[in-house]
């Protein structure tokens, strides 16, 4: 079937050098390096560049693999444990880890009832909500396309990810976020 295909689109360089190193045949084909678009309706974006300052700040986590440990929840819940023990106050919202091990190893820490867990929630609300944030994403494995980062970029929202794979292409360190090492609570 390839061979039938002119090119290939990729959503990250990161994702171009997955397609290139597993499926050989790729190689003989140019791809293409384009960003997903986001479609975000524009009374969201409006309302988050609205924010309200001095409003606690809110900080976001999203998951849509419910706790999958490669996404790192665990790192972001012990950097929370880090800001707890110094009386920083936050808003922090785990989308995705309601029920799961993340809801429990928050309980362990001492730290679950200054989370609020999510299961899921509406598109518009998810939009608002991470709009209003300080969005963390840390991964700790190749992150080929970290949509939840592009996404809160896209509504004006800054990022704190992990320096792997897609990631550093989507979150500008310094301009749109911050860039940790990953498995780091500490830099988190």
Not at 55 to 70: F, H, L, N, R, S
Not at 92 to 100: L, P
Request: hydrophobic fraction near 45%; proline fraction near 7%; aromatic fraction near 8%.
């Amino acid at each position: 079937m390839i061979d039938y295909i002119d090119a290939f689109i990729a959503p990250s360089m990161a994702v171009r050098k997955l397609l290139e190193q597993h499926v050989y045949e790729l190689k003989q084909k140019p791809i293409r390096v384009i960003p997903n678009p986001i479609n975000v309706p524009d009374e969201i974006i409006r309302q988050c560049i609205d924010k309200k300052q001095g409003e606690t700040p809110k900080i976001t986590y999203a998951d849509a693999a419910k706790g999958a440990v490669i996404k790192g929840p665990h790192i972001l819940l012990q950097a929370l444990k880090q800001l707890k023990d110094g009386n920083l106050r936050l808003e922090v919202n785990m989308i995705g880890c309601k029920g799961t091990w993340v809801e429990r190893f928050a309980f362990k820490l001492g730290i679950a009832k200054n989370v609020n867990f999510y299961d899921r929630m509406p598109k518009i609300e998810f939009y608002k909500l991470i709009g209003s944030s300080i969005v963390v994403v840390p991964s700790i494995w190749q992150e080929p396309f970290g949509i939840i980062a592009l996404e809160a970029n896209y509504l004006g929202a800054p990022v704190v990810a992990s320096r792997v794979g897609g990631l550093p292409e989507i979150v500008l360190d310094g301009v749109t976020g911050l860039l940790v090492d990953p498995a780091d609570p500490e830099a988190l």
